[in-house]
């Protein structure tokens, strides 16, 4: 995915004044920057929230479904079962409903719910509705997954654990991935590509590519980022 010239304002507040950004496709793209630097308002023209910029969004796969988006908050619904929030937004998109089902299986079995899929969400803890949220993302027929600081309010250990769940359905699926956080740690054990953006207007400051082969990786960035 190619981000060209981007231009976006509110009113007289000048967000990004000629943004570039390559993402590579297939892999987990962290983008790291300061609060309020404009991070969900880049994601949110991603994925066509935000239609009033100028520039170019070009995508190297189809878009045409629309993309799954992990918010901060669960974006579960509360009268559905943990399945059926699944398929309500797989219905529109593949109409055999025995092919829902085995993808829906598949998923839940990937985050370890699947003896939960007849739960309601008030009964779940926080970690296991951000599970059955990256099930439901993985599940969608998209190439693409959009995450806004996905793993926030959750404690250290259901933290890593998810992101070592994330980490192997990633392996298989291999999603193109745009993770926006401010966060460096979870920028660490996530991305393969981390880019650093700074504000007044946002602009990269700079663009680490495989980080995984980088040891120094976490102290070069709390160098430019702290
Ligand atoms: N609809 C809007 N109207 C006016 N200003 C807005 C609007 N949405 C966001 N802003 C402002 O634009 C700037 C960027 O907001 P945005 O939410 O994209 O930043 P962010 O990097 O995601 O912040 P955070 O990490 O705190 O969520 C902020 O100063 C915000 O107050």
């Known amino acids: 995915m190619k981000i060209l010239d981007l231009k976006k304002r509110y009113d007289d507040k000048i967000i990004f004044d000629g943004l570039n950004l390559d993402i590579e496709e297939e892999k987990i793209t962290v983008i790291l920057g300061q609060s309020g630097c404009g991070k969900t308002t880049l994601l949110n023209i991603i994925c066509g929230f935000i239609n009033d910029y100028t520039g170019e969004i070009k995508f190297e796969s189809d878009i045409v479904d629309g993309m799954p988006y992990i918010f901060q908050e669960d974006a579960l619904i509360p009268w559905k079962t943990v399945y059926k929030n699944i398929d309500y937004v797989l219905k529109n998109k593949i109409k055999e409903k025995d ?13 370890k719910l699947s003896s939960s899929k007849d739960s309601y969400p008030n009964s779940l803890s926080g970690g296991m509705k951000r599970r059955v949220g990256i099930a439901r993302a ?16 959750l404690d250290v250990k259901t933290k890593y654990d998810i992101i070592y769940d994330f980490k192997e359905m990633q392996s298989v699926d291999k999603k193109t991935v745009i993770l926006i956080t401010h966060d460096i740690e979870l920028a660490v ?6 880019t650093i953006l700074g504000s007044n207007p946002t602009d990269v400051v700079k663009e680490i590519r495989n980080s995984k082969e980088n040891n120094f990786i976490k102290e070069e960035i709390e160098k430019i980022f702290l």
């Open 99 to 111: 092919k829902r089902e085995f993808i829906i299986e598949k998923y839940l079995k990937m985050v």
């Open 138 to 153: 993985f599940a969608f027929p998209s190439k693409y997954l959009l995450m806004d600081e996905p793993f926030e309010f």
């Open 189 to 194: 054990a996530l991305g393969d590509n981390i």
